[in-house]
């Protein structure tokens, strides 16, 4: 996830609390979806798919804070 921003995420997770709430918001759900998609922790359809946006939703929230760094401090 954001390999090619790898330096702005490390400054981020540093320095911006809100990035850092998503981030393991993020890692949270992400650990989840894979326990339920293994079957280690057995999830219907419905639950999975919510839980599947709300990953999507925080990965998407990251790459706007990300996209206003590098506007913010172009190189």
């Known amino acids: ?12 997770l540093s320095d911006n609390q809100k ?15 894979h326990k339920a998609e293994s079957g280690v922790s057995p999830l219907d359809h419905l639950a999975l798919g919510e839980m599947k ?7 998407d929230k990251m790459a706007v804070i990300i996209a206003n760094y590098r506007r913010q401090h172009p190189q």
């Open 1 to 12: 996830m954001f390999e090619q921003d790898t330096e702005i995420v490390n400054h981020l």
């Open 19 to 33: 990035f850092q709430q998503l981030y393991s918001r993020h890692h949270e759900l992400k650990e989840r979806v």
């Open 53 to 59: 946006k709300q990953k999507l939703l925080a990965k």
